[in-house]
Every structure is written in structure tokens, then in C-alpha cells.
């Protein structure tokens, strides 16, 4: 079966600072998701990727998938606080019309 | 973006006692919603995927007895926990397709059962 790997689990950064988000997957993907989830709350979307190379940015988020499909990556650019939460990546299973989803990461920013 | 609505956003009930969980798409119709639940510090796991006028497929390992779903409206769906159990104290979240290409999730239900 398929599986979505994030890296890293957990991050700490100073406010300000850039980092970036993993999502690895086992097999090509075929439309990939980006959501950002809050403790206790539900699933904020942020972006989809579809095409292999493609980039989508938004605000201070930038999201990317790989040429081979395969992998996918979200860059935050001069983090705050306002973007701490958990980033969860997301893939369609194959045959069907629901989303899997990947471990996790745990963003967290120091003002 | 389209939205999605549960209701409640916490119960606590006894153990033995059944919980009723509302998802509602409200500016949409959704002729299917999920189903996910999430356990603490883990990631969101499938648990069935509700139809519109048919019955509920779900994932496996999950018991369909126990866990409830009825989706008689193109708006509703609804989760029931039947004879709720410590070990069925989590976060429950539903979601739909709201354009066809983004699926969008509701605020979630935290569900404790003593």
C-alpha cells in the first residue's frame, strides 16, 4: 500500500526564519495535498499539486512536487507565529476518492 | 472555500451510552463524506466513506456496528457511536469534496468517553 513519509516530525524555528517541510511517497503520486491543522481543530487546505515540477505559493508558503511525483516539499519563508500548527500532506488512494494522509509535522515558532 | 460543519465540537458521555456526530456541507451538496478519525498526535485515519443513499463503506478493521453512518441528505451525514467505550475516546473529522478537486474538512468532534 502506498504511504506518505514526512519529515521532520517536529520543528522548532525563531520567528523570522525559513524552513521546510518533507513529504516523501512510496509510489507516483497522483495529486498531492497540503493542509495545515491546528491542535483540536480541523484541516485548513493550503494548496494542491497535480503536475510533476509544479510550484504554488501562497503568502509566505511555497509548495512543490518533484518531477517524478514522488516527492513534494512546503517552504515557509520568514516564519511567525501565526504559522505554527501541524502540516499534514495528503495523496488520493489509488482506486479510490478519499485522501490518505502522511505522519505529520509539528511546526512550532519561538516569537 | 466551501465549508464543512460538525456538530457537537466536544462530548462527554458513559460508557455504554451512544453519541450521535452531525456533518454538514453548507454551501455545497456532497453526495460523499469521510469519515477520519485522529488519535492524539497521530495523523487522520480513515474510517469509512459515507454515500448518499446507500450504505457506508468502510475501512478495515473498523466495525460497521459500531460505528454508525447515515447519509440521507446531500448536506448530512452522520456518525453514531454505539455503546461508546474509553478506548472510542477521540477526534472524529469529516470531510468532503467541496469543488471536485479540494477535499475540505470540518472543525472536528472531540469525543471523551468516561
Known amino acids: 500500500s502506498q504511504e506518505l513519509e514526512q519529515s521532520p516530525q517536529s520543528l522548532i524555528v525563531q520567528e523570522g526564519k525559513n524552513l521546510t517541510i518533507n513529504c516523501t511517497s512510496s509510489?507516483?503520486?497522483?495529486?498531492l495535498y497540503w493542509y495545515k491543522q491546528k491542535y483540536g481543530e480541523g484541516l485548513i487546505f493550503l494548496m494542491m499539486l497535480q503536475k510533476g515540477g509544479e510550484e504554488k505559493s501562497h503568502e509566505k508558503i511555497t509548495a512543490k512536487l518533484d518531477e517524478k511525483k514522488q516527492q513534494s516539499s512546503l517552504h515557509i519563508t520568514a516564519s511567525q507565529p501565526s504559522h505554527a500548527g501541524i502540516y499534514l500532506c495528503g495523496a488520493h488512494q489509488t482506486g479510490a476518492n478519499n485522501l490518505f494522509f502522511g505522519t505529520g509535522t509539528r511546526l512550532t515558532v519561538i516569537p | 472555500g466551501a465549508v464543512v460543519s460538525q456538530h457537537p465540537s466536544w462530548v462527554i458521555c458513559k460508557s455504554g451510552t451512544s453519541v450521535k456526530i452531525e456533518c454538514r456541507s453548507l454551501?455545497?451538496?456532497?453526495?460523499?463524506m469521510f469519515w477520519y478519525r485522529q488519535f492524539p498526535k497521530q495523523s487522520l485515519m480513515l474510517m469509512a466513506t459515507s454515500n448518499e443513499g446507500s450504505k457506508a463503506t468502510y475501512e478495515q478493521g473498523v466495525e460497521k456496528d459500531k460505528f454508525l453512518i447515515n447519509h440521507a441528505s446531500l448536506t448530512l451525514s452522520t456518525l453514531t457511536v454505539t455503546s461508546a467505550h474509553p478506548e472510542d475516546s477521540s477526534f472524529y473529522i469529516c470531510s468532503a469534496w467541496g469543488d471536485g478537486e479540494t477535499q475540505y474538512f470540518g472543525p472536528g468532534t472531540r469525543l471523551l468517553v468516561l
Open positions: 454551501d455545497f451538496q456532497a453526495t460523499t
Open positions: 509510489k507516483t503520486l497522483y495529486g
